[in-house]
Structure formats: C-alpha cells, structure tokens
C-alpha cells in the first residue's frame, strides 16, 4: 500500500480516480478501504439526474448542458449509466468517442458503466462513483441513465435534482407515466422541441404536473422546458431550472431530508450487497449450491424448506435462531 | 389451516391460485408453506417470455398467440409484468381489462403484476407464480415483460423460449442490441409489418442474428417471424417457431441444462432476499438504520466499515467471523 490513492483523488488525480473506479465496478475488496477513507470528503457536490427514454437526446442535452455549466468555472464529473449486454458484460465505447470534445478539458471527467451483473448492483456501483468524483473534487456530477426499469428508478434517486427529457411523436408521455418516471422528475425538458407534436406533448406534461401538484401537495412545481438540444436551444434555460430547483431544496430543508433518506436507502443497498456477495461465495465454494440444485431438480427438496434452512443456519440474529 | 390450498390448486382451483399469489405479492409468510407443498408437482409446464419495448405491441401479440395455443387445447397461463409507480406501486388495471375477452375462457388465467419494490425482487416473484400457474394444470405460461433494465432481463431469464417483439420506426432493433436483448432472444418477431421500414428491420435483425451465429456458435439460430398482430398475421407462424424451438432444447439437452442453470439463479436469489429481508426488518425495528443514517450524515462513520460491521455481526458463517 504505497500509493495513497484517498490523497491522490483529493488532490484531484483523475487517473487515481479511474483507478478506483475500476476496483468498485470491479467488486475488487482494496476498493473499499479507500472509500472508507474518502467519505468523510463528500458530500459537496450537487447531483443532477438526466433520465429519459433511448433516442430522446439525452446525451447531446449532457453535453449541451455540460459547456454551459462550464462557462460558470464549475467543475463537472459525467456518469454515463449504459443498459449494457448480459453476455459481454461491457459499457458501449459510443458515449465516450461521442463526449471526445469535452474530455479535452481538465475540468470535466466522463465515466460511462455498465448495467452489469446480477441483482442490481448499478445503483450501488453509480453511489460510490459519484463519491469518487466528488472526492475528485467536482461542484456537479451529471448522471444520465435511460429511464426505464426499477434499476434506473434507484439509479435516479441517487440525484438532488432529476430532469426527465422527453421527445414528441414516441409516445414518451404516457410511457413515462406508466413507468412512474415522471413523479420524480423536478425539471421536465421537452427536446426535439421544433419536431411536430412538441406543443401536444408539452400541454400533456403541463397538465399532469397540475393533476400531480393537486395530489401531492409538493411546494416545488416542476417546470418544464423547451429544448433543441443539438442546435444549443433551451440550455441555458434548463440550467436556470436546476439552479431554481437546488435553491428551493436548499432554502425549504429538503436538500438534508432527501439526503438523509438516500443515505438510508444506499446503506440498506450496500448492506444488500455485501450480503449477497459473502452468500454467494459460501454456496459456491463448498458445492453446497450445485447439491442444493441437484435436490431441487430431482424434487427431493423444495427451494422454501431450502432456503430457510440455510437462512437460520447462517443468522447470527436472536429471532430467527427462535424461529428455527 | 382448515383449508389445503395446495390441494385446491392442484386440482384447478383459480380462486385458491389467486388467494396464493396475492399472498406471494405481499410477502406474507403462509404462501411459503404452500409453495414448498406445491412445488413437487412443478416443472411441468412450458415457459414462454415475450418481451420488447413499450408501444411494440407485446399485449396484443400475446392475447393473439394466446388464441391460437388454445386451438390445440393447451392451458394457458398469462401473466403481464408491468413496470408500475414507485409511488403507488400498483399494477395498471389496463392490461386486465384488455383481456377480458380471454377471461372468459375457464382454461386461461391471466395476472398483472407490479414490478414494486426495493432491490430487484420482481423476477422472484414472478418465479414463484409461473410455479403456482404450473402446479394449476397451465400447460404454457406467457410471462409478457418490458424488455429494458437488469430486472426485466432476469424475469425474462425465466422463460424457456424468449419472444423479442420489433416493431419498425422505433429504432428498436439499436436500442435492443444496446441493452442487450437481442442476446438472450430464441425468436425475433418483428411486428406491425406492414409498416414502413419493416423490411428494412427484418434485414438488420438478420444480419445481427447472422453475426451472433458466428461469435457463440449456438446450435440453433433465431428465426424471424413477420406479424401484423392486430390483423392475426403470423400469429402461427410465431406459434410454429415457439415450438420448434422447445423441440431443439429438448433434443439436444439444453431445456434440462437451462432449467438447471435457472433453479441455480432462483435458489441464489431466494437465499439472498430471504436474508435481506430479515436482516431489513431487524434493522428498521431497532432504530439501528436511523442511528446509522445520523452518523454518516454527521461523517462520524462510513458506510464501508458499517456495512462490513453488520453483515459480520449477523452472519454465523465461518469465513465472516474469521474475517472480523
């Protein structure tokens, strides 16, 4: 352990950072030794979701977004969250080649990643990068994720303010509703805003977030703008927002509840987590789950009876030892 | 206990069915004594997955193929997994009021299903109810699913034969590939084909099935089936290759070998939200996770070293202890 790597990245050492990085993506156990170290230094920067569904722009809305936030002298880490494929397991290059531009400037650190693995565990994996480039020394880490699914849902909820961009002609409206996507949008951006149906889709929009204000009773009533992304229209605007949106957070006390509940729920994750990763090893290890399958297959057991069993065998917690 | 559900179920009781998944919905611990009785008399039946993304018509398409399996007297079970609000976390009503129609029919159970939750537990839940359907006598379960994010591709990893519905003008075949769908799909369907561009979608599919031949040396190649489900066109055409596909995994051994990877993924999954969920509870009860929460906001601890103190203090397993 002759690298500090806590020091490096508090420094301001990308490559420390991508180092790190790569052991949390990883599940590399040295990953979380320097975590530990780093932690009490976050905490600082602001955390925006960009979500929306495939083919919405949400990556030229990053980019846009990112060069205007830049002209404040903020600095800004991009987590690229890709649906990736089951198989090769690996984050598309596309969003990188794509942000070459923006890489070329210090300030700005992109990272794309993978929705790999089993149960989950990208919302976990995206909680500990924006860590890191928090550590790293970022005012604002920009999350963009695709917003389909209870995975992106959790990936999302990690952000202090979630944009939901939306585009005319995909049905996105009522997809999104159906998703529940749209309850936790703070900022809707209508993209594509010059395409036909941009104003039919923005009416929408506008009289849900009236129906929504009206059951919810929330003080914050999300705007919505208007964008052409790719021809830099409506940018600025969409910055105001966020900046409107952290401001009521920050005066009204919900920027520290909300934080204080993710927290909860990131702790309850990683406890998930780490649970999984040590009962996997035991039951791969030692051929106890290849037996186990085999009872299964053969109906000499039952997965219920199965799983009991080995819960209570393996919990050191008082009630289930009484259950047992 | 004065009623045996199991035995009702066994011997076709819907009602009894019902009353179990609603049971298995809200994790309510009689439905796991039921299904370890149930479980013996499962494995029978056939498991189909139809997924695609939102708008390409999956509903219909299922409701169509539904009708034709029937022509051949086989019991159908359906159930529509529906991304739902985090915030109500109810099903929409509207996928059970679209197959009223089918309702009719003694031999068709249909279940909407939320995908609520924290943490991914969708796919388990959707396991034990194709096991419920199964132990009722459905000779062919249809688990129709949204196909994007981590949780969609592991209730679809349920299914035997996995149905991927295209629909031309979405960009859908792109976005599958990037999301890694088109990975784990035995059949392409590519519907409302006599749409613009349906040809030229056919043609990617195909080159993409071409190339995937090549890179994983599958014995059995995707067949692309053109359908107009609305107007019932290629509806046996799709129910043709579902079955010609279920003869290949039978002669060649991977139907066995597939449920045994399968039932390996559901015991794991099984143990690991069993824990969670005691090991949740114990915590939330307590005030444990409150005090935690304090003092990571206040900095005083890090999530790290106590998600590693938890885990230790509540798992007897050896390696942990040892490790702490």
């Not at 604002?140 to 999302?156: F, P, S």
Request: with cysteine.
């Amino acid at each position: 352990m002759s690298v500090d790597y806590a020091a490096q990245i508090l420094e301001g050492s990308q490559r420390a950072a991508a180092r790190l990085i790569s052991w949390l993506e990883d599940e590399d156990d040295r990953a979380y030794e320097w975590m530990a170290k780093l932690y009490p230094h976050t905490g600082r920067a602001y955390i925006v979701g960009i979500t929306g569904s495939p083919g919405a722009g949400k990556s030229t809305l990053t980019d846009k977004l990112t060069r205007v936030i830049r002209k404040s002298g903020l600095k800004v880490g991009i987590i690229a969250v890709d649906p990736s494929s089951p198989f090769t397991g690996g984050a598309l290059l596309g969003d990188r080649v794509r942000m070459s531009e923006l890489s070329n400037d210090p300030d700005i650190y992109i990272r794309s990643m993978a929705t790999r693995g089993f149960l989950g565990g990208t919302a976990k994996a995206t909680a500990d990068v924006v860590k890191v480039l928090d550590a790293l020394g970022k005012d604002l880490v920009i999350i963009e994720t695709v917003g389909v699914g209870q995975d992106e849902i959790d990936i999302i909820g990690i952000a202090d303010t979630t944009c939901l961009v939306l585009v005319p002609g995909l049905g996105d409206a009522i997809q999104s509703m159906k998703a529940g996507i749209m309850e936790i949008a703070d900022v809707f951006v209508v993209n594509k805003a010059d395409k036909q149906g941009a104003d039919q889709l923005c009416g929408e929009v506008c009289s849900r977030i009236e129906i929504d204000a009206h059951i919810r009773k929330r003080d914050w009533t999300a705007p919505v703008v208007k964008a052409v992304a790719v021809e830099d229209i409506g940018i600025e605007q969409l910055w105001l927002s966020i900046e409107s949106h952290r401001k009521y957070l920050l005066d009204s006390g919900m920027f520290y509840e909300n934080r204080r509940q993710r927290t909860s729920r990131e702790t309850l994750r990683m406890i998930h987590g780490e649970l999984f990763r040590v009962v996997r090893e035991q039951l791969e290890q030692n051929g106890r789950l290849d037996a186990a399958v085999e009872q299964l297959m053969n109906k000499k057991s039952d997965p219920y009876t199965l799983m009991h069993d080995i819960v209570c065998e393996w919990l050191s917690i008082s009630k289930c030892k009484e259950a047992s």
